[in-house]
DNA sequence: CGAATCGTTGATTCAACTCAACGCGAGTGG
DNA sequence: CCACTCGCGTTGAGTTGAATCAACGATTCG
């Protein structure tokens, strides 16, 4: 297990990639006090209606956030990968509104809000890091907004799939067409307002049609310019390399 | 027409209900150089793919923000009301993903992005207030993922409708019975992911078990708390009234 | 008055859901 | 070590919520 000099140094560069950092900024964020703490796969990390006290850097693993409607539905509205902050919201909205739980077992590092917040307004590259990784997040929102909303099961599956393997690579995780995504059928259709029925139809004509690999609980892709032109996938939503 | 200093009270008025401001935060806001400008219904405000200068407060009408998919699918991401900002993810993300569009004759101001954010950091409490906006504004993207994915028709319809007239109310413009949408049914059903037609006969139900009532091109709501148990809605993701 | 836009309604189709059964691999415990 | 369970994936049959297609009515505006 790394310590948490360590880990903040991987937060460090992730905000890096988000806008310019003084060496100043970078000592500012490693030297943040913080807890490490790890989570069994289905572990929640939060619950709606709770007041957590720090945010959390996704150091390894899988995490996805939910919301459960009133018959009883649930809705997944994010995946994270490691390097990702899983919920800078609650720096300055004090009650969660939805739920956030492992996928797969995961660590995290726990920072306290007040000290991010400090951190945000005395080292404003750090704010502005921070602010537009909460604003990017945003956007790919509202991608989802247009792809439950606008894209059939076949494009919006693709769609998540591209997403996900493009995050992944983006944050040094290795080549996208490498990428194997640990979710159940089940979790997928959650997470595309989708029954794990069709998702397993339509998962199969995807990998009949040549675009991706079924693996035992994961989904591998094997023709990535073929899955993003069903998907409608361009990372432009995603921000990247852009300050 | 109001001068661009009454307007800018209008915001600090709003950001004071996000961040307690002093006295000295206020005049700051109120003294920014801002330009009003007036915008015709179905004028678009800005494109997908620009790089806007400016962040724009809405001073009065109603603006909506979409995207396009592949099939030439619309899907309306957010629907804005008198003192919403409406943009201020442009300030620390330069190209715009998607496209903003006003819904009635509207009127805005326009702040430089290197202005709101100057003051943001040599002002903290507008910061934050700004911050918490822009997070506020996620956490209903995050609702909406769920009112789309896993909502029906009716519940999703319902929803909308509750929303948008508690976020009227919220901004002083007028009791949330009184007030009324003016969407067509078939900007309803882009905002909704559903066709014009099935909204015209989900409206119809609705209207037809007292819930709602029809006028024109616009939708008032009759029954406030039947209308809010079919759709789900409690107000806790807008995250009113909590600093 | 004519054109355009939007709302309404009916008939039909289809994408996705529901229900149900069965397969399969990973654990687990007797 | 094998039988058992459990979670997840797979498949088929039938149903349904929403889409599509098409026509027509109402309102607004030039």
New binding site residues.
């Given amino acids: 297990m790394a310590d948490g000099e360590t880990v903040l140094a991987e937060l460090a560069k992730r905000l890096e990639t988000r806008g310019a950092l003084t060496v100043d900024d970078f000592t500012a964020i490693t030297t943040l006090p913080c807890t490490l703490r790890e989570f069994e796969p289905n572990q929640y990390l939060l619950r709606e209606g709770d007041r957590p006290k720090f945010c959390s850097f996704l150091v390894s693993g899988f995490v996805f956030r939910h919301k459960i409607v009133a018959d009883g539905g649930r809705q997944i509205v994010s995946v994270h990968t490691a390097g990702d902050m899983i919920d800078l919201q609650n720096m300055l909205l004090p009650e969660a509104d939805h739920n956030i739980q492992a996928l797969t077992a995961s660590t995290v590092a726990q920072i306290l809000h007040e000290d991010a917040l400090a951190l945000s307004f005395t080292h404003p590259n750090v704010g502005k890091a921070l602010w537009r990784e909460s604003l990017i997040e945003a956007s790919i929102f509202r991608e989802w907004v247009a792809n439950v909303g606008r894209r059939?099961?076949?494009a919006r599956t693709a769609h998540t799939i591209c997403e996900l393997a493009t995050r992944r690579e983006v944050a040094g995780l290795g080549a996208r067409e490498t990428y194997e995504l640990p979710m159940?059928?089940?979790q997928l259709?959650d997470a595309l307002?989708?029954?794990?029925?069709?998702v397993?139809?339509t998962?199969?004509t995807l990998q009949d049609d040549g675009l991706i690999v079924?693996r035992?609980?994961s989904v591998a892709i094997a023709n990535w310019e073929g899955l993003r032109a069903v998907a409608d996938f361009t990372s432009n939503y995603l921000h990247l390399g852009q300050r």
Same sequence: chains 1, 2.
Avoid: F, I, P, Y
């Fill in positions: 059939d099961a076949r159940t059928q089940e259709g307002g989708l029954t794990s029925v069709h397993n139809r998962l199969k079924r035992k609980r």
